[in-house]
């Protein structure tokens, strides 16, 4: 069954370092998301990406937060200067088609550590 | 804005017990509900969803859930659980005809004790 990867599992980064947290969404998807949770809180939205542009994006996603599908099959989140409270699991999602009813696909998340 | 509230944190069950996990939304419009499973480890996963239609809904693993769209609720019910659904789950939310963001609630660890 395909599935959506993510790369690495696990990232640990010193402050105001860059980071590039990587996916691969599933091959026919079209619809591309970023969703992160931080350590007991709620998974929250980050932003949603179709035919190489942003669709939708949450306050969370500032100048600091870019995303970029590089070519046909990755998918990535770009994050400039980290933060200590960017220390989350973030998780890539895809989906078949744009819309609501369309169910998205998680990866299994990448554990983002902010030192 | 839309909010998920899931009333149970944590939840410990001993094998062949009925589960019943709470979900209520805030929302003016229509949505679309989901329930997602995270087993230890793994992927979330979809249980089960709601668009339209019969408002008890059916999902995998003898899961399912009833759409109360007076109460704001999508509670999910399993009349016997195994040690198999220790799991994290999750109530998610997205309006309906919108760009499919997912609003989640805060997530219910599940530990059926064997």
């Known amino acids: 069954e395909p599935e959506v990867t993510q790369t690495p599992s696990h990232q640990v980064t010193q402050m105001g370092q860059e980071v590039i947290l990587r996916c691969v969404p599933i091959?026919?998807?079209?619809?591309f998301y970023w969703y992160r949770q931080i350590l007991g809180q709620k998974v929250e939205f980050l932003v949603s990406f179709y035919n190489n542009e942003i669709s939708e994006k949450s306050e969370i996603f500032d100048d600091q937060f870019s995303v970029e599908r590089p070519d046909g099959s990755n998918f990535t989140l770009k994050i400039r200067s980290t933060k200590l409270e960017d220390s989350a699991m973030y998780f890539c999602?895809?989906?078949?088609?744009?819309?609501?009813?369309?169910?998205?696909?998680f990866g299994p998340g990448t554990r983002l550590t902010v030192l | 804005a839309q909010s998920v509230s899931q009333h149970n944190h944590h939840v410990i069950l001993s094998e062949a017990a009925s589960l019943e996990l709470g979900c209520n939304y805030s929302y003016g419009g229509t949505v679309n509900l989901f329930w997602y499973v995270q087993y230890p480890g793994q992927h979330l996963q979809l249980l089960l969803k709601y668009f339209s239609g019969d408002p008890l809904v059916k999902g995998i693993k003898g899961f399912e859930a009833e759409f109360i769209k007076s109460k704001f609720s999508f509670n999910l019910r399993k009349p016997s659980v195994q040690w198999s659904d220790t799991a994290e789950y999750f109530c998610?939310?997205?309006?309906?005809?919108?760009?499919?963001?997912?609003?989640f609630g805060q997530g219910t660890t599940l530990q059926v004790k064997p």
């Open positions: 998610a939310v997205n309006a309906a005809g919108n760009t499919g963001k997912l609003i």
């Open positions: 999602a895809s989906s078949w088609d744009r819309g609501s009813d369309n169910e998205q696909f």
């Open positions: 091959s026919n998807h079209l619809y």
